[in-house]
């Protein structure tokens, strides 16, 4: 009697282990689903507060110190330095220069990698390599393209003084670095140079994807190829072109390393942009509380120049 009650009890046993087993698999699996996201997201989120977050909320916090560089510590004076910046005639004027030098170099770039993409987007002998050949200086390093062009401007023996003398469009060789008037737009050139074929392969882009339904319709109705323009291409193109403006002034207002590498932000401080104030304060005379306050108050700019491209962004869309 005792086996056979055994015997019947075991299925019910067994069956309520695997119930268990069950429906503990069904709670670690829900948990599981749940966090799965979070565990996926948690490298990225790590990143992100190591590489961008405290580098940044470190960076303002010094803003509000005197600070040496060999200071571990420093000393809080709040506001002081900003009261500093705001009184700094140099400041005013550097940012005036930033914004020459971004504005000019983005519209330029914008200009010529626009023409460069269309003249690219029609159909010619040996294409594919011209399209090639331009993408070679934004390939290049910015140290050979600073080194390069310090030899074309040489004015000794450059190549831009040889062929302009040549043409006689001027008179006698020009130190194009080294003098005040001439140093700025040189640095102009070189980076308009440098990275206007981003601009072309992101027009070049948007180009090969509009209809040509809509140029064969102009041609039917009888339009020319500037009217095919204004009508159809620019407005196609207005979109990436607003934010291939706002990508390069970013870029352009914080670039660094050109101005750097050929002037030094001379001569006579005539390129002397923020960033490399901002160079100078910190590494030049160490002051790396002024200099943080310099890079917060280009970030606060930047964040502002943003607000109103998206603002006009969702006027223009509404």
């Known amino acids: 009697m005792a086996s056979d009650e055994a015997i019947a009890r075991a299925p019910r046993v067994r069956s309520g282990v695997a119930a268990g087993v069950t429906s503990r698999g069904g709670v670690l699996g829900a948990l599981r689903d749940r966090h799965l996201g979070l565990v996926l997201l948690a490298p990225g989120a790590f990143t992100f507060l190591v590489l961008l977050v ?12 005197q600070r040496h560089v060999l ?19 140099e400041f005013w004027r550097s940012l005036m220069l930033s914004s020459f030098w971004a504005g000019a170099t983005v519209g330029l770039q914008i200009i010529l990698g626009t023409a460069v993409a269309l003249l690219l987007h029609q159909p010619f002998k040996g294409r594919s390599m011209v399209r090639g050949l331009v993408l070679f200086p934004y390939m290049m390093p910015v140290v050979s393209v600073v080194l ?17 003398v040549q043409a006689g469009i001027i008179a006698a060789p020009i130190a194009w670095l080294s003098q005040p008037d001439s140093a700025f737009w040189a640095v102009v050139f070189v980076g308009v140079w440098k990275y206007f074929p981003f601009v072309v392969v992101i027009v070049l882009a948007r180009l090969q994807v509009i209809p040509q339904d809509l140029y064969e319709a102009a041609r039917i109705d009888g339009a020319g190829a500037w009217s095919r323009f ?81 603002a006009f962004l969702r006027k223009e869309d509404a």
Request: hydrophobic share 55%; proline share 4%; glycine share 10%.
């Open 148 to 164: 390069v062009w310090m030899l074309l401007y040489n004015a000794l023996y450059g190549v831009v003084n040889w062929l302009l």
């Open 54 to 65: 405290f580098p940044l909320g470190y960076g303002i916090y010094t803003s509000f110190l």
């Open 230 to 310: 204004v009508d159809i291409t620019l407005p196609q193109l207005r979109d990436v072109l607003l934010v291939v403006a706002l990508l390069r002034t970013i870029f352009m207002f914080n670039n660094f390393e050109i101005i750097f590498l050929l002037t030094g932000g001379g001569p006579l401080k005539a390129t002397m942009t923020l960033p490399i104030m901002v160079y100078e304060q910190a590494f030049g005379i160490y002051e790396l509380g002024r200099g943080s306050t310099i890079a917060v108050v280009m970030f606060l700019i930047l964040i502002a120049v943003m607000s109103i491209y998206f």
């Open 71 to 89: 200071d571990p510590e420093g000393i809080w004076v709040g506001l002081e330095n900003y009261a500093w910046l705001l009184s700094n005639g």
